[in-house]
C-alpha cells in the first residue's frame, strides 16, 4: 500500500477525499509515510479545504500534519486567494486556517452586498449612505477587496451586474483609503524623495482600479537610473554617483560632475529610451500620472521634471522644482555653497524640452512675457500638488455633456482636501452632484459650509438649496416601478425590444436598447433643439433610450435606428446596470429592468431567431 501511495500519489488524494473512512490497516500504511511525502500529497491541489478538515480528523498523526499554522492551510490558503500573499512577510507566524475562514466570511459578505446594491439603488446613484454597509464590515479590508477584483475577473460575458457594482463598490472603498492617506501625508511630507510620492498618490486617487504602488514606480525609475550610471561610467568611471547605495540621498558638489550626470540623463532619457514632451496630445490626462508617463514614455512639464528631478536627486544631483507660470521647470544652482544666491545664479531645466538647459532670459522667451522674480523660487510639496490637481481639473471641465465627469469630481476631491475651504471649487462641486442628480443630501452639506464660509454666497446657494430640497421631495413622492408592457394597445408601434443591439441610420454608432416610450417623452425645448419636428414621424413615434458605444446615452427615434446585422459588445460603462449577460447577439437584462419590462425578453428572442438565424448555420 504505501510502495503504490509513493509511485502513485494522486491515487492517495483520492482516497483521502473520499468520504468513508479508511480501514485501519490502510490508514495504517497511509500514516506510516514520511512526513514530506505526506505533506506534499496534502498540498497537491486536488484536496478542498472540507478535505482537509476531514483528513485532520482522522488520526492525531494527519491533524498534527494539517496544523492551523502549517503548510497545509497556507497552501489551501494561496491556491485559493493567490494575490494576498502579498501582504504577508515569511517570518511572520500565521494561522493560516483562521485567515481561511475570515477570509471566505468576508467573501460572502461581499457577495451579498454586491446582490443588494442591484435592487436597492437601480433607480439612482447610489447614495453617499450607500456604502455604509461595506465601511461598517468585520475583518481586514483587504480581504472585502479581493473578492471584488474576484468578481471583477470572472471569465465570460456573464455576471455583468455584480461586476458593475463591485467595480462602483472597490472604486469607492480604494478612493477613500487613498484620500485619507493623502490628508495625513501633506500634514508631515516636505522633503524631496515626497514630491513622486505625493504625484503617485494623484495618479491612485483617479486610477483606483489599477495596481498602481509607489513601490513599483520607484522601481521604475531606479532602473532608468542604473542605466544612467551605465553611461556615466563610460564619461568617468571614477564618478562619485557610482559608489551610492540604494536609498542613500548624498549629493555632489562639483558642477562639474553634476554637469556629467544630466549629460548621462539627458542621454539615456531621450535618446535612448526616447522620453519626450506629449506635444502632439498635451490636454491628456494621462500626461499627468506618474506610472502612465513611464509606461509611454511621455509627459507634460510638470509630470517630466518630477521624473528628471527624482532620477536626478538619485544621482547626487540637487535639482529643485519652479512653479514657473505655463510652463514647469526645474533650477541647479551654479553658485558656491553659502553664497547668497538670486536668480541668476541658476540654471533652469526644461524636462520636457529634453533637459534643455536654459537662462532667465531665455525662460521668459519659452513663454512670451516677462516675470518677476518670485515666480523663479522653489515651492514645495503641497503646491506642485495643487499644480497637478489644478491641470486635472481644467481637464475635467473639457468632458462632453454626456460624460460622468468623473475626472472633474476626482479633480474637485483632490483640490478641497488640500484646500477644503475653496468656496468657488464648493459651489462647483454643489452645482455638479445637481447637474447630475446624484447625493442632493450632500449637496445640502456642501451649500451649508459655503454660507458659513462666505454669506455674500447667499444667492447661488439659496437657488440650488430650494431646487434640491424639490429633488429630495419628488423622489419621496415615487409611485414605484413603471411597467411596460408591449402587448398594451398604446405600445403597439414599439418595434424593438430592451437588449437588441441596434446601428443608428445616420449617425453610425452601435448601441443597445435600455428602454422605450410609445412617444417621445422629453420637453419642448429637447425636441425643438433636436430638431425632431424634421423628422418624417416627429415625435408621435416610438423613442429608445440606448445605451452608445463612445460611453454617452442618447434618446433615438424609433425610424433612425436598424438591426446591427454584426452585433457585438457595447463598451459602455453602464451596461452592467441594466443587464446581466451578452450572449453575442443581445444583452439580457437583469431581474429589475426585466421587471420594468416583463414582455421584452421573449420579443427578443424572437427577433434574434429570425434575423440571426441564418448566420448561425454553418455551411455543408
Not at 443591439?501 to 417621445?520: A, E, L, S
Request: proline residues 4%.
Amino acid at each position: 500500500m504505501a510502495e503504490a501511495a509513493v509511485d502513485n500519489p494522486m491515487e492517495v488524494v483520492q482516497a483521502l477525499a473520499d468520504e468513508t473512512m479508511p480501514e485501519a490497516a490502510e490508514l495504517s500504511c497511509l500514516v506510516s509515510l514520511p512526513g514530506e511525502l505526506l505533506e506534499y500529497i496534502l498540498c497537491s491541489g486536488s484536496l478542498t479545504a472540507a478535505d482537509i478538515s476531514r483528513v485532520a480528523s482522522t488520526c492525531r498523526r494527519l491533524r498534527e500534519l494539517c496544523q492551523s499554522s502549517g503548510k497545509v492551510w497556507k497552501e489551501q490558503f494561496r491556491v485559493r486567494w493567490p494575490s494576498l500573499m502579498k501582504h504577508y512577510s515569511p517570518t511572520d507566524y500565521v494561522n493560516w486556517l483562521e485567515e481561511y475562514k475570515v477570509r471566505q466570511k468576508a467573501g460572502s459578505e461581499a457577495r451579498k452586498i454586491v446582490a443588494s446594491f442591484s435592487q436597492r439603488f437601480f433607480s439612482e446613484h447610489v447614495p453617499c449612505n450607500g456604502f455604509s454597509d461595506i465601511e461598517n464590515l468585520e475583518g481586514p479590508e483587504i480581504f472585502f477587496e479581493d473578492e471584488l477584483v474576484c468578481i471583477l475577473n470572472m471569465e465570460g460575458r456573464k455576471a455583468l451586474t455584480w461586476k458593475y457594482y463591485a467595480k462602483k463598490i472597490l472604486y469607492y472603498l480604494r478612493q477613500q483609503k487613498i484620500l485619507n492617506n493623502l490628508k495625513t501625508f501633506l500634514q508631515h511630507s516636505d522633503d524631496y524623495e515626497s514630491y513622486l510620492e505625493g504625484a503617485v498618490f494623484i495618479d491612485q486617487y483617479c486610477n483606483p482600479l489599477s495596481e498602481i504602488s509607489l513601490k513599483d514606480i520607484q522601481a521604475q525609475i531606479g532602473s532608468i537610473a542604473e542605466l544612467v550610471r551605465k553611461t556615466l561610467r563610460g564619461i568617468n568611471s571614477r564618478h562619485p554617483s557610482l559608489s551610492f547605495k540604494a536609498g542613500e540621498s548624498s549629493m555632489i558638489m562639483e558642477i562639474e560632475l553634476q554637469s556629467q550626470v544630466l549629460d548621462a540623463m539627458n542621454y539615456v532619457l531621450y535618446d535612448q529610451l526616447k522620453f519626450k514632451g506629449n506635444r502632439m496630445d498635451y490636454y491628456n490626462a494621462l500626461n499627468l500620472y506618474m506610472h502612465q508617463v513611464l509606461t509611454r514614455r511621455t509627459g507634460i512639464p510638470i509630470s517630466m521634471s518630477l521624473l528628471y528631478m527624482t532620477i536626478a536627486r538619485q544621482l547626487g544631483v540637487p535639482l529643485e522644482p519652479v512653479n514657473f507660470p505655463s510652463h514647469f521647470l526645474l533650477r541647479w544652482c551654479q553658485a558656491a555653497e553659502g553664497a547668497k544666491l538670486d536668480i541668476f545664479d541658476y540654471i533652469y531645466i526644461d524636462a520636457f524640452g529634453k533637459g534643455r538647459q536654459l537662462t532667465v532670459k531665455e525662460c521668459e522667451y519659452l513663454i512670451g512675457q516677462h516675470v518677476t522674480a518670485a515666480l523663479y523660487g522653489v515651492v514645495n510639496v503641497k503646491k506642485v500638488l495643487q499644480r497637478m490637481v489644478g491641470n486635472l481639473l481644467s481637464l475635467g471641465k473639457r468632458e462632453g455633456i454626456d460624460q460622468s465627469y468623473q475626472l472633474l469630481r476626482d479633480s474637485l476631491d483632490l483640490y478641497l482636501a488640500m484646500y477644503p475651504d475653496q468656496v468657488q471649487l464648493l459651489l462647483l462641486q454643489a452645482r455638479l452632484y445637481f447637474h447630475l442628480g446624484i447625493w442632493p443630501e450632500k449637496v445640502l452639506d456642501i451649500l451649508q459650509h459655503i454660507q458659513t464660509l462666505d454669506p455674500g454666497q447667499h444667492g447661488a446657494v439659496g437657488y440650488l438649496v430650494q431646487h434640491t430640497l424639490e429633488h429630495i421631495e419628488r423622489k419621496k413622492e415615487d409611485i414605484g416601478v413603471e411597467v411596460k408592457l408591449r402587448s398594451d394597445e398604446k405600445h403597439r408601434d414599439v418595434c424593438y425590444s430592451i437588449g437588441l443591439i441596434m446601428k443608428h441610420k445616420r449617425y453610425g454608432y452601435n448601441c443597445v436598447i435600455y428602454g422605450w416610450d410609445p412617444t417621445c417623452m422629453m420637453g419642448h425645448e429637447w425636441i425643438r433643439n433636436m430638431n425632431v419636428h424634421s423628422l418624417p414621424h416627429g415625435h408621435h413615434q416610438p423613442f429608445y433610450n440606448v445605451l452608445v458605444e463612445d460611453g454617452s446615452c442618447r434618446y433615438a427615434a424609433q425610424e433612425n435606428l436598424e438591426y446591427n446585422v454584426e452585433p457585438q459588445e457595447i463598451s459602455h460603462p453602464d451596461v452592467g446596470r441594466y443587464f446581466s449577460e451578452f450572449t453575442g447577439t443581445h444583452y439580457i437584462p437583469n431581474a429589475e429592468l426585466e421587471l420594468r419590462y416583463p414582455e421584452d425578453l421573449e420579443s427578443v428572442y424572437e427577433t434574434v431567431q429570425n434575423i440571426y438565424s441564418a448566420k448561425k448555420e454553418s455551411p455543408e
